[in-house]
């Protein structure tokens, strides 16, 4: 029981880092060739805006509308622009849409099948839109419009639907996501899902259900180790079998979707075999090891680090078979703390890792003979604050250890998690924080304010700009406040990232750059902020020559966007200074007046005022002259 648990522990610590170094396969959207016919709802093209002001809402069907018959006709691609509407589209390649209407509506089922999978696409839907995503056919992750929903439920976007069986052993009820990381309709919104297919014996008798290892919407884990007994309602069949299609729900409404990428995973017997060990109270280099006397040495039936000898400073050699049932290539992961190396066949198949690495992760693909190969593993520590850990893992499907579990625990924190949460009232924390999560671009004079309408915001006083925003929980101050600290927080939901650099500068014309701070010049000054009696919210204060601005950003009562003025409360503006609102790859002025960022958030900016965008280093920017007293605008993601 212990060692299943630490199985399925490592499992999941593990699943994310797995899914970073797996190669992944692009599935082609050039045509649809990759899919089976359908009656012509869905076509190829190379790019889709969706209004997100027009509601296509479609009534959730019956148990009895969702049972469709799959039709046998195919449509050629479009190859012109769509009308007016609330989706547009362009011709080309690169995107694949669903336009249904009540005659041609078929679901898309890929040509291939699967077992075991990891899968990553973008997602995209108008204002009231409805499909699903199915593994195998049969279990659906649901797509649909739920932007600002407070408690989501199975039937909103991420979560795993129900079925519509009534007979008591045959009804499941579904799975409603951890969190609504959901992004507003025609945006772009990421998932990635990692499936594991339901298991049989050799008489067709199921020994295992299908099980979500996780799934990710937006960066946020809203689901983890989910066992799914049953198909969910709506299935291509209503059977369980141990390979079958994708399918994408096409009679619901609008969807289209883009960058998708899988990778299939199929089970191995590779196993290790003839074990045996020397342990050496040295860390030479391992071509020395052959002059040096092990003080240790015997046979094991798996490979482990509980072996007498094995203290701080020490060297372990590790000689076994691989034994395949098959030829072909093998994927392998060998995690270790110190330093390690393996060889096959006499062959080095990595270089060890230095002392001050606390862990390394090495990939390694084997091309192997059927029956037995040679394996060599040289592992070393000498370094006592670090714990002793080496492992092996077989990788074509999901991480299966080649070691007893006790040779590579996972890491189990010290202490729980330290959440700053909000109440009934806003809160403040003044922490470093590091830009899209990358410590190379860390923020230092950053402040986060949680509000209790859960939309949230990270402010950067030495840009004077917001630099991401997101809905949900507030903060985790672990990494600040646990034991010494780096000093930073991190936001807890689906962030949305704007940018870093300062959205306030004096510009010698309307296309010279913007500093990378607010006071890069030496004109602008921040001078703190001052808490707004009547919400108590942070107004940011910065002065220049006798002229004081103050910013302010306050979400509406839904949690949907912010909005933030800027007003200016003594003296003037000079006539050249200039307002960053947005910058991005591509910055699209939609049909109510709104920008779009990269398909990613909306600038909304009230009649009256206005905003230009324009191109500098091969990027985007919104930017407005701030010639009068005010200006406002409101970030909906």
């Not at 199985?7 to 089976?36: K, W």
């Not at 503006?573 to 960022?597: H, R, W």
Request: hydrophobic letters at 35%.
């Amino acid at each position: 029981m212990r060692q299943h648990f630490l199985a399925l522990l490592f499992l999941l610590t593990s699943a994310g880092i797995y899914a970073q170094n797996a190669q992944m396969e692009p599935l082609p959207l050039d045509d649809l060739s990759a899919f089976q016919e359908q009656a012509g709802n869905w076509m190829i093209v190379s790019s889709v805006s969706m209004d997100p002001n027009v509601d296509i809402h479609h009534q959730e069907a019956t148990p009895e509308e969702s049972k469709k018959k799959k039709k046998k006709s195919k449509k050629a691609e479009h190859e012109s622009a769509s009308p007016q509407g609330p989706v547009r589209y362009e011709a080309g390649t690169g995107v694949l849409l669903n336009m249904n209407d009540d005659t041609i509506k078929d679901h898309l089922l890929t040509s291939w099948e699967h077992g075991d999978i990891l899968l990553e696409l973008e997602v995209m839907m108008p204002k009231g839109s409805n499909s699903g995503i199915y593994l195998q056919g049969r279990y659906e992750i649901q797509l649909l419009d739920s932007w600002g929903v407070k408690n989501p439920r199975f039937g909103d976007i991420g979560g795993i639907y129900r079925n519509w069986e009534t007979e008591p052993g045959k009804i499941y009820m579904g799975k409603a996501p951890l969190t609504n990381a959901a992004k507003a309709p025609g945006l772009w919104q990421k998932m990635k899902i990692a499936f594991q297919a339901p298991k049989f014996d050799e008489s067709g008798k199921k020994v295992s259900n299908a099980r979500f290892v996780y799934v990710d919407l937006n960066g946020e884990r809203i689901h983890e180790n989910v066992e799914v007994p049953l198909p969910t309602g709506g299935p291509v069949e209503n059977n369980e079998v141990a390979k079958g299609p994708i399918m994408i729900q096409g009679d619901h409404g609008p969807v289209a979707l883009r960058n998708i990428r899988y990778r299939l995973m199929e089970e191995t017997d590779v196993q290790l075999s003839e074990i045996s060990y020397k342990v050496y109270d040295t860390t030479l280099d391992p071509a020395s090891l052959t002059s040096a006397s092990p003080i240790e040495e015997g046979t094991i039936h798996q490979m482990t680090t509980d072996l007498p000898g094995v203290d701080d400073n020490f060297t372990v050699v590790y000689e076994a078979d691989i034994v395949t049932s098959a030829a072909g290539d093998y994927q392998f992961q060998l995690n270790f703390v110190g330093r390690a190396l393996l060889e096959v066949n006499g062959e080095k198949q990595n270089e060890l890792a230095g002392f001050d690495q606390y862990r390394s992760s090495n990939d390694i693909s084997l091309n192997l003979s059927e029956g037995k190969t040679t394996f060599r593993l040289v592992y070393q520590k000498e370094t006592p604050q670090w714990p002793t850990r080496v492992g092996l893992f077989s990788t074509d499907s999901y991480p299966r250890p080649l070691h007893n579990p006790n040779s590579f625990l996972p890491d189990i924190p010290e202490t729980g998690p330290i959440y700053v949460k909000v109440a009934d009232e806003p809160r403040m924390l003044r922490a470093f924080m590091d830009y899209e999560g990358d410590n190379s671009q860390r923020l230092t004079h950053t402040i986060g304010v949680g509000v209790p309408s859960g939309a949230h915001y990270v402010y950067n006083l030495i840009t004077g700009t917001p630099v991401c925003v997101w809905r949900g929980e507030f903060l985790n101050a672990t990494p600040m406040w646990y034991r010494r600290g780096d000093g930073s927080f991190r936001p807890r939901g689906a962030v949305q990232y704007l940018f870093p650099s300062a959205s306030l500068a004096d510009l010698s014309d309307s296309n010279a750059s913007f500093p990378t701070d607010i006071n890069e010049t030496g004109d602008w000054q921040s001078d703190g902020y001052r808490i707004d009696a009547q919400t108590g919210l942070p107004i940011f204060v910065y002065e220049q020559e006798g002229t004081v601005l103050e910013d302010f950003i306050q979400p509406d009562n839904e949690g949907k966007m912010l909005t933030r003025s800027l007003s200016f409360t003594e003296g003037n503006p000079t006539e050249n200074l200039y307002f960053k609102l947005a910058e991005g790859g591509e910055i699209q002025q939609m049909p109510d007046g709104s920008y779009v960022v990269d398909q990613q958030y909306y600038i909304r900016i009230p009649s009256g005022q206005s905003a230009t965008v324009r191109s500098v280093d091969e990027k985007q920017e919104l930017i407005a002259s701030l010639q009068n007293s005010s200006f406002t605008y409101s970030i909906v993601w």
